[in-house]
């Protein structure tokens, strides 16, 4: 049974950091790209950050300098540092593993950048 569970969400306030987790079971996690999106309320998910099995990242245009995601394949796992927070990064984020036509999703963590 795949199982991506994400921790790390919260309430932190405009400027502060989060740093989000995504533990991954029941596959080869090494052979898989990795990613994080988000959804807000009325809005579709979007692309935050993917990683390749091969280490090389990509990041929308609206995180670039601010988060960073990285991996550990010894740990399964997957890590987004978000620094500089906005209140427009208010979202559910959804780790995400994809490999070939094979997509899974966790359950979501809430970010909420409020002052």
């Known amino acids: 049974q795949v199982q991506l569970v994400e921790s790390g969400g919260g309430l932190v306030q405009p400027g502060g950091s989060l740093r989000l987790s995504c533990a991954a079971s029941?596959?080869?996690?090494?052979?898989?790209?990795m990613g994080w999106y988000r959804q807000a309320p009325g809005n579709q998910r979007e692309l935050v950050a993917s990683?390749?099995?091969?280490?090389?990242?990509n990041y929308a245009d609206s995180v670039k300098g601010r988060f960073t995601i990285s991996r550990d394949n010894a740990k399964n796992t997957v890590t987004l540092q978000m620094n500089s927070l906005k209140p427009e990064d208010t979202a559910v984020y959804y780790c995400?593993?994809?490999?070939?036509?094979?997509?899974?999703w966790g359950q979501g963590t809430q970010v909420t950048v409020s002052s």
């Open positions: 995400n593993a994809y490999l070939g036509v094979e997509a899974y």
């Open positions: 990683i390749t099995s091969g280490g090389r990242t």
């Open positions: 029941g596959i080869a996690f090494r052979f898989y790209a």
